[in-house]
């Protein structure tokens, strides 16, 4: 007797052709730019330290390993190489990321563009969503912009007991060991996933920008009063479908983030994760000015074929594989 009926796919065969037609009109769109097709390795020695993404380590000839969560570090190794624009669409790795628009293993785009600032790449991005997806031009708004229209609250002056007393009202309701823990920002994260982000992009898509500094990750940061960090996300239909930096190039301020990082790691109780040299090195010979965005293609795929599932669009899902 066969053991299950998980043997078969999770998406119907039709759906995966027309996802095959999908990624060969993606393709078409940077082949008709001259944004070159790459391939970086998945299987790395280092992975992002960022303390809010779980990498899944592996061993490989008795050494630890890292599937990569995104193939942002070693892209940015080949532009400091030369390789001018370049795109990848690959399979990227999380751990614990399952449910409605998660799979630990899903598809991602990626791409890079030299000589763009954020915002001449989010011009970009909403010409690639306007053939693909059809829908009208983007609407922009920055990080600031959207928490006072959606919840009237400045994120970038709001104190800590202003952004728990505004999810209270929200109805957000969260054990007290965890309340003590969490800073302004983590407020400022729930706020905006469970407050700001199911609301946005129903009637076009929307772009949020210049995000509060402290939310820089690997973005530059313009120094202004307040400062901001220089990235941006795309969301439609509720739905956070990209995310993008002005490239931060100077390899000893990217030192001192991913030492940062790997504070908070140790602070938080999350496995440690090594420093990527390789990358700190390339900086250091000269990455270009440039900007990169990470774009998920199975949820893009959910929102062209109006699927509700993230296993609707995907051959067979982590409990199938």
């Not at 199911?198 to 973005?219: C, I, N, R």
């Amino acid at each position: 007797m066969p053991r299950s009926n998980h043997w078969q796919p999770n998406a119907t065969l039709e759906s995966l052709k027309e996802r095959a037609k999908f990624l060969a009109i993606i393709r078409d769109f940077f082949d008709s730019k001259g944004v070159l097709e790459v391939e970086t390795p998945l299987l790395c020695s280092s992975a992002a330290t960022d303390p809010y993404l779980k990498p899944i380590s592996v061993f490989y000839s008795q050494s630890k390993y890292y599937l990569q969560t995104s193939p942002e570090f070693a892209m940015k190794r080949l532009l400091a190489a030369g390789s001018g624009p370049i795109y990848q669409i690959c399979k990227a790795f999380r751990e614990d990321e399952v449910g409605r628009l998660h799979n630990p293993e899903f598809t991602m785009l990626e791409w890079y563009r030299v000589g763009f600032d954020h915002h001449a790449l989010m011009d970009e991005v909403e010409q690639l969503l306007l053939r693909v997806l059809e829908m009208p031009k983007a609407e922009r708004l920055t990080y600031e912009e959207i928490f006072i229209k959606s919840i009237n609250i400045n994120p970038h002056t709001a104190s800590l007991d202003q952004v728990k007393q505004c999810a209270r009202s929200h109805n957000i309701h969260l054990n007290s060991e965890l309340m003590l823990q969490l800073t302004v920002d983590d407020w400022l994260d729930i706020l905006m996933s469970h407050c700001i982000e199911p609301l946005l992009g129903f009637e076009a898509p929307v772009m949020v920008y210049d995000f509060p500094a402290s939310k820089a990750a690997l973005a530059k940061i313009r120094l202004e009063n307040p400062p901001v960090a220089e990235r941006f996300e795309v969301y439609v239909q509720g739905i956070e479908l990209a995310n993008g930096y002005h490239e931060l190039t100077d390899p000893k301020l990217q030192q001192i983030r991913f030492e940062k990082d790997c504070e908070m790691r140790k602070k938080l109780g999350y496995a440690a994760i090594p420093i990527d040299d390789y990358l700190v090195a390339a900086l250091e010979a000269g990455m270009p000015e440039s900007s990169g965005v990470a774009l998920g293609i199975d949820r893009l795929c959910m929102l062209k074929f109006k699927r509700k599932h993230i296993q609707e669009v995907i051959a067979f899902t982590t409990d199938r594989a």
